[in-house]
């Protein structure tokens, strides 16, 4: 049986990565989802989760910066186009929620959903 880590490392289909902030709260959220493809998918929910990462614990998990999810998504081998800190820091700045945007490995994206006004 291979493990979570193992399973992103080995990966040959990109990894669902979502990273975002709650403008209510202020806090930060990362996960790492396992590909829908994966043979051992169903043991796997996520490879990552700000939820369980017990570095976290002593803000429940909720960072106010997306700074520290860029070094363990890193050290998952996983390869997160800049473009994606990028907007969401801008998205924080603007005190922007809801807006969900896809981005490809060479760093173009597009929205998929905006806010609701």
Known sequence: MTTRRQRALKA??????????????????????CDADDEDADECEFVYSNLDDPKLASCYGLPKSLDYFKGVLRGLGLQVPASMFEQSELDMLGNVGNRCVSHTADGQFACARTPLS
């Open 12 to 33: 040959l289909h990109p990894t669902p990565i979502e990273s975002n902030r709650n403008a209510q709260e202020g806090s930060c959220h990362s996960t790492a989802s």
